[in-house]
């Protein structure tokens, strides 16, 4: 007699859903007002132009310590136990020279640049053809590697255009004057994506503050270190709240590229709550929905591998567990077509 489709698993903890994220509160993408120094501006184009290559950009070490999901009271959420780690090394001064030089040319200032009602000043959305290198580091198995070692679980970059999203603050003087170096500079938030890895594009040596306040689970609020030039920090930011707490120094400039597990039989719970108003929204809808179609197709083309090899087999047909393949697929479909609202261009700066 045959025996029954998909043997039943031991029973596991529920887990629990992903949190709801809250945006920026504009719907159309704008333009910032305030001006990036000009002298930082200069300094970076006058570096000299270098192709990527991980032995002399990539310079990774493992941090001295990592946090789990559970010792912050996040047990049984998220897709990988580790929730954060402390500053490791990851790339060379070379690198950030070269990323700077990048992000801060011509045609990205004038294509790349937004605001919010979060933060004055981003860069993001750039191509590979106006920033190879910054893609290349992103994309290279050096880099992809030593992110998914730290964080528990083998990772890839979330998609094109959320590569090196940078956050860009310069002082104009206030903040000194106020002095608290602990205010909340970025509210309190839920980020879109699984996982974030944050470098610093900046030097710190003069800066006070700028550490990442997480909520834990029973309520207490830690101080996370921040990274330093050239080091780096992971997050789980789609599970774990947190805030960036204010930085009080010349600039900062940060680093941050988003990623998701590479495998696609992970539960997929990112959203574009956070991206939406800061982006070209055509161009990030549209790799949002291709890398979600390819998921979706590598999913059903095993799927259907398997099934021909039970039917092959002799074995039972199962209709609960193709209904649970069915239903998860259903809620990944039905959470992206939440994201299919109307398209707001950029507003220009006058």
């Not at 074995?315 to 697929?329: D, H, M, S, T, Y």
Request: proline share 6%.
């Amino acid at each position: 007699m045959p025996s029954v489709i998909y043997d039943t698993p031991t029973a596991l903890p529920l887990r629990k859903p992903a949190p709801f994220v809250i945006g920026p509160t504009n719907k159309a993408p704008f333009r910032p007002t305030n001006k990036i120094p000009q002298d930082v501006i200069e300094t970076a184009q006058a570096t000299p132009i270098e192709e990527f290559d991980a032995k002399k950009h990539v310079n990774f070490e493992f941090p001295k310590r990592t946090y789990t999901m559970k010792e912050w009271g996040y047990e049984n959420q998220g897709v990988s136990p580790i929730a954060a780690s402390e500053p490791f090394s990851l790339f060379t001064e070379a690198t950030v020279k070269q990323v700077r030089r990048e992000l801060l040319s011509e045609d990205v200032l004038r294509t790349c640049q937004y605001a919010s009602t979060f933060t004055k000043n981003q860069i993001r959305g750039y191509t590979q053809k106006q920033a190879p290198f910054a893609h290349a580091l992103w994309k290279s198995p050096e880099v992809q590697q030593a992110v998914s070692k730290v964080a528990g679980i083998d990772l890839v970059h979330a998609f094109e255009y959320e590569i090196g999203h940078c956050n860009l603050l310069f002082s104009d003087g206030e903040d000194e004057k106020k002095g608290a170096s602990d205010n909340v500079g970025f509210s309190w938030h839920y980020d879109s994506f699984p996982f974030v890895c944050v470098t610093m594009l900046s030097d710190c040596s003069d800066m006070k503050g700028g550490e990442t306040a997480v909520l834990k689970g029973d309520g207490e609020v830690l101080k996370v270190r921040g990274p330093t030039m050239g080091t780096a920090v992971i997050l789980q930011g789609r599970y774990v709240q947190h805030a960036a707490l204010k930085a009080i120094g010349k600039e900062r400039i940060s680093f941050i590229t988003a990623f998701r597990p590479k495998s696609p039989f992970v539960k997929d719970e990112m959203v574009l709550t956070g991206s939406r108003p800061i982006s070209n929204q055509s161009e990030l809808v549209y790799d949002y929905c291709t890398y979600r179609a390819d998921v979706l197709e590598i999913r059903f083309r095993e799927h259907a591998k398997k099934l021909r090899e039970l039917q092959a087999a002799g074995i039972k047909f199962n209709p609960g567990a193709v209904r649970e393949f069915l239903q998860e697929q259903k809620e990944m479909l039905e959470a992206t077509l939440l994201e299919m609202v109307p398209i707001y261009d950029v507003v220009e700066v006058e």
